[in-house]
């Protein structure tokens, strides 16, 4: 199946002010994809639900800890 990443409804965190973001968007297929907001029609990355969801387990848990 493919998917049209300009059908879909793609959504960026409330503290995006620059413009500068990511933007994520849930596809009817289960697919999670990812793009830069500053190219929309460029590359996007694709994950899974449970590759998604833990993802965001690691951000919430303080997995991603960046020096």
């Known amino acids: 199946m493919t998917i049209e990443p300009q059908a879909l ?3 960026r965190s409330d503290f995006c ?3 500068a ?3 994520v968007a849930s596809a009817a297929t289960g ?3 990812v ?3 500053k190219d ?3 590359p996007k990355l694709r994950f899974t ?3 998604w969801d ?3 387990a690691g951000i919430k848990a303080d997995y991603f800890v960046l020096d």
């Open 35 to 37: 793009r830069d907001s």
């Open 49 to 51: 639900r449970a590759e």
């Open 40 to 42: 929309p029609d460029g």
């Open 54 to 56: 833990a993802f965001v």
């Open 9 to 11: 409804a793609w959504q």
């Open 17 to 19: 002010g620059s413009g």
């Open 21 to 23: 973001c990511v933007e």
């Open 31 to 33: 697919v999670i994809l």
